[in-house]
């Protein structure tokens, strides 16, 4: 099973100019179409966004809470294959001391954040799990420490053997205290089980690919806990005709189920 997750880059045209969605919408939907993973896991879509890349996935189901009031904009959508995957249930939180107040943000957040799960179950071998994808505060480190909390508190109460995976942009690197929470709840990170801990770089580059300036490191993450072993793991470094189709690289992991 191939897991990526993507962060598409909120369409912002006043900001990015020459890399808004119109631009490279057309670029970031074949991009993700031809990874051809099992389940994607995206960050930042806004609503238009989001129907331009559910219209590119005709063959995938979806699920995301739209992070605001009235707003429609499913900022972390799941998407998964229909044909492999049986949906179990659906659901998602907001990432603040009232998790269950649509648009919420606690501790000094710069955004609304919040965390969006899917339990599935494989159609041909019966095995379940589960999937959670967010996106932490890229402001405050206090917010993103107690977002992740709340996070490896909602998946501990499943058994240590039960297959789940934790995607997102954690707006941190691995020497960062979010990060060793979550390898200390049990969480291994795939990228590091088949390349070592050495840190690979940096994955968000702000649209320049390999030129960026930046020494933020890897922030954007596949980690799996339970009976799943890693395979394979790739950060997408490639550009097309000299365009990328975000201000993130790209991530994937292969992953098998019930090891």
């Known amino acids: 099973m191939k897991v990526m997750s993507c962060n598409v880059r909120s369409d912002n045209p006043t900001a990015d100019q020459d890399n808004q969605w119109k631009y490279r919408r057309d670029l970031c939907c074949a991009y993700i179409v031809d990874v051809g993973a099992d389940v994607i896991c995206g960050q930042e879509f806004k609503y238009k966004q989001y129907v331009d890349v559910a219209a590119a996935l005709p063959d995938y189901d979806s699920y995301g809470l739209a992070d605001e009031v009235l707003n429609r904009a499913p900022r972390n959508a799941i998407f998964w294959r229909s044909d492999r ?121 702000r649209f320049r690919g390999p030129e960026a300036d930046t020494e933020t490191g890897k922030i ?16 997408l470094r490639e550009a097309r005709d000299g365009r990328f189709p975000s201000d993130h690289y790209f991530i994937t992991a292969d992953l098998e189920l019930g090891g």
Not at 109 to 132: K, T, Y
Request: include cysteine; aromatic fraction near 10%; charged fraction near 25%.
């Open 220 to 235: 954007d993450w596949v980690f799996a806990r339970g009976q799943i072993v890693t395979k394979h793991a790739d950060i």
């Open 85 to 205: 995957f049986e949906l179990i249930s659906a659901s998602g939180y907001w990432l603040s001391e009232t998790p269950h107040v649509p648009g919420s943000k606690s501790w000094d957040s710069n955004c609304i954040r919040l965390a969006n799960w899917v339990r599935l179950a494989d159609r041909e071998s019966g095995v379940e799990f589960r999937v959670i994808n967010t996106h932490l505060d890229h402001v405050s480190q206090l917010a993103r420490e107690r977002q992740m909390d709340m996070v490896l508190e909602d998946a501990a109460v499943f058994p240590e053997e039960y297959p789940q995976i934790l995607t997102g942009d954690m707006n941190v690197n691995g020497a960062n205290p979010v990060i060793e929470a979550i390898r200390a709840a049990g969480w291994i990170d795939s990228y590091e089980a088949i390349h070592g801990t050495e840190d690979p770089g940096f994955t968000f580059h």
